[in-house]
């Protein structure tokens, strides 16, 4: 059985412990109400431009002229593989990098062999295991998450779209964790370029806009807006990902260092009351051996 001075110590170590995790829970808590907030006003919006342009944009005519939809042939592929910078949110990086080397191996495996596999990484997280790893990293983004804003995103979309324009990269894939609610966060893959045209009929949709000028100037002019508008919604999916999951991971840190607690407060209890025993024990002892 430990000593008494080795309880005590492991209880003062999970009593701090446990302040550093329940105020780290609070200043999620704190950091998820805004992030929520911004992707719930912004998800309606972005979703419905996405769905608009997705009905027309593969009803241009003059297919060659937007760009952002022709399909090429899949020889090389960019992965936005988005996590966080810090660490102490549970499987959420993870579970991210997980799913890019899946789908890698899986659907790319011959690109891969061939070296034209490539990773863009949102967060330091990705950013040190692709470098690390070896892989070809494209570019890194640790800055983003410290303000997010769409200024901010801007000129990261217009990259992409400028690199896919030019034919630097065939297809790309966009790998994060979205937003659902504070415990739970789902794990989505979904393409960003080419944009991928709806399975409805793309006619019967088409007929209910009016447009002016014309559809093809507005489709064109309105597909980069979209695509910015899209990177910025997915980023503040992972944002709020990360801060549900973080809370979530302390909360159950909290939990558990309260249950440890409450076990070493017992053992702490049963060794003093064996020292106490064993001290009366001895007394006792000493009074028998003064009347022998």
Do not use: W
């Not at 901010?152 to 324009?165: C, H, K, T």
């Not at 093809?216 to 910025?232: A, G, N, T």
């Amino acid at each position: 059985m430990p000593s008494l001075k080795e309880v005590r110590t492991r209880i003062d170590s999970v009593k701090s412990t446990q302040q550093i995790t329940s105020a780290m829970k609070m200043v999620s808590a704190s950091k998820l109400r805004r992030a929520q907030n911004a992707i719930l006003k912004m998800r309606p919006y972005a979703s419905k431009l996405n769905e608009i342009l997705q009905n027309l944009s593969t009803s241009i005519e003059n297919n060659d002229e937007n760009i952002y939809s022709q399909v090429r042939s899949e020889e090389k592929i960019l992965f936005l593989s988005i996590t966080s910078n810090r660490g102490l949110c549970g499987a959420f990086n993870a579970n991210v990098i997980k799913e890019t080397n899946r789908i890698i191996e899986e659907r790319y495996n011959r690109q891969n062999d061939k070296g034209n596999i490539f990773i863009y990484a949102f967060g330091k997280k990705a950013a040190d295991f692709y470098t690390s790893k070896g892989y070809n990293v494209a570019g890194t983004n640790i800055e983003i998450f410290d303000d997010l804003s769409f200024e901010n995103v801007r000129p990261i979309a217009e990259q992409l779209m400028l690199d896919f324009a030019s034919k630097k990269f065939d297809k790309i894939e966009i790998v994060y964790n979205q937003f659902k609610n504070a415990a739970t966060q789902n794990l989505i893959t979904e393409q960003y370029l080419p944009i991928q045209p709806k399975e409805e009929e793309v006619e019967s949709l088409a007929a209910d806009y009016i447009f002016e000028p014309n559809k093809e100037d507005i489709v064109r002019e309105m597909i980069p807006k979209s695509l910015k508008i899209q990177l910025y919604k997915v980023l503040l999916d992972s944002f709020a990902s990360e801060h549900g999951a973080r809370m979530t991971a302390m909360h159950k840190a909290t939990d558990n260092a309260e249950e440890l607690l409450r076990d070493l407060k017992l053992k702490y209890n049963k060794a003093r009351q064996a020292s106490i025993t064993n001290e009366i024990l001895e007394i006792v002892g000493g009074a028998e051996a003064l009347k022998g």
